[in-house]
């Protein structure tokens, strides 16, 4: 009797302690994700990077890449490691963007968002010449990312997966990644075209077109179909120094001869900003809601409206006013004895550098760019970034002093997530 009550505590003693041991053990198989790579909220992360999962046990490959989507869409090779997927996009990830990934998109919110696993964001990246004749893209985190070709004036295309550039009096075309060289413009044109301007919100192209006679008109391509319409019917042998398009798209401006144009998309109802006594001297800048132009003059900056042409002083009298950039956040720089930057009504000016120029925006407006010349027999200049107030500032790249131009990608506006 005593041999059966001992077996049965024995056995009552192993039940419980397999019944303690099961649960745990269950767990541990129990599939989850134990890292992600980039993490959640990571920015400026490496346009050059790639996706890893880590899974705390090992998963059925193929359910789990069938299940994977990056948003915005990119292709890529998948790779395994242990418990660890790794995602490696074929293409450079877009710059200036907001990325999401999910490996549950049939999860979603009550709002239809899908269920991300990770979200993280690229830097901003400029285009820009080097200082041995190639277009480079540069990050804002001072890392070189790619070198391209020979060109001059590079800009981003609306997606910014390609770049648009001129080169030997031809437009010409490429890929981020460098694969896909496009010519836009044939060799039977009867002009020289160069300086891109790229249409904010769709694939259109306006560039300037020079003749024999030396006449710059101002023309557009739609790099798909490089269908080409000329805007301008200049005759003179005047240049045209500088086209932007507004912020919506809807309008173009150009500078010629000291004066600013204004005309449709189309070419149309064209008229004239600036006045025989008001010029402007180097460039000019749209205002975010795109009914205002603002431009150095002859001794201060001045603000114009598109509609009513009227025109307002901003600055303080300074002959030495030059290039300026108009942020997202109604603040203006401006070369003046170095940079300085106002608020858009002419208030709250402050001297931001005591040397530079060609200033340029990066981010909204939380960062800008500008050009420090080192006056050598070699042309030699530097590309430099500096925070909005600033307080910080930081040497980027080094670049041609003859080609200053630069563009900087703009952030994309996410409105809806994937839908696979």
């Known amino acids: 009797m005593r041999i059966l009550d001992c077996f049965l505590k024995g056995m009552l003693l192993l039940i419980a302690v397999v019944a303690a041991v099961l649960p745990a053990a269950a767990q541990e198989n129990i599939p989850h994700i134990s890292a992600v790579s980039p993490e959640f909220g990571a920015e400026n992360v490496d346009t050059l990077t790639e996706i890893s999962v880590t899974f705390s046990a090992a998963m059925d490959k193929k359910s789990v890449e069938k299940n994977f989507y990056v948003y915005p869409e990119v292709k890529g090779k998948f790779c395994w490691k242990e418990n660890t997927l790794f995602f490696k996009p074929l293409e450079p990830l877009l710059p200036s963007t907001s990325y999401y990934v999910s490996c549950s998109p049939q999860i979603k919110s009550a709002g239809g968002t899908p269920l991300v696993i990770t979200a993280f964001s690229t830097p901003a990246q400029a285009l820009c010449v080097g200082a041995d004749g190639k277009i480079i893209i540069v990050s804002i985190n001072a890392r070189v990312e790619r070198m391209l070709v020979d060109g001059r004036n590079p800009v981003w295309s609306v997606d910014k997966r390609s770049i648009v550039y001129d080169w030997d009096g031809k437009l010409w075309q490429i ?13 039977d044109e009867t002009y020289k075209s160069g300086r891109p301007a790229y249409n904010p919100v769709m694939d259109l192209v306006a560039f300037i077109g020079t003749n024999d006679a030396g006449a710059d008109n101002v023309y557009t391509i739609e790099p798909q179909t490089k269908a080409v319409q000329q805007l301008t019917a200049f005759y003179e042998p005047m240049s045209i120094d500088f086209l932007r398009w507004s912020p919506d798209g809807l309008y173009l401006a150009f500078l010629r001869s000291g004066q600013i144009w204004i005309m449709n998309r189309d070419g149309k109802d064209m008229r004239k900003l600036t006045t025989t006594d008001l010029t402007c001297k180097s460039n000019f800048a749209w205002s975010p ?10 001794e201060n900056v001045w603000v114009g409206d598109i509609y009513s042409s009227e025109l307002k002083k901003l600055s303080f009298d300074n002959p ?9 956040y109604n603040k203006v720089v401006f070369e003046s004895d170095g940079l300085t930057i106002m608020d858009a009504d002419g208030s709250n000016e402050i001297q931001v550098a005591t040397a530079g120029g060609n200033p340029c925006w990066i ?18 200049a530097q590309l430099w970034i500096m925070s909005a107030d ?13 080609y200053t131009s630069v563009s900087w990608s703009k952030s994309s506006n996410t409105q809806k997530l994937f839908s696979p």
């Not at 030495?320 to 997202?328: E, F, M, V």
């Not at 010349?373 to 042309?379: E, S, T, V």
């Not at 600033?390 to 003859?402: M, Y």
């Open 289 to 298: 809601g795109g009914v205002k132009i603002t431009f150095g003059g002859k």
């Open 175 to 187: 890929d981020a990644a460098a694969r896909d060289k496009i010519q836009l413009i044939d060799d």
């Open 363 to 380: 981010d909204k407006g939380k960062y800008l760019s500008y050009v420090l010349p080192l006056y050598d027999k070699d042309n030699s």
């Open 390 to 402: 600033g307080l910080t500032k930081e040497k980027i790249a080094d670049i041609d002093s003859r």
């Open 320 to 328: 030495k006013t030059g290039a300026l950039d108009w942020s997202q």
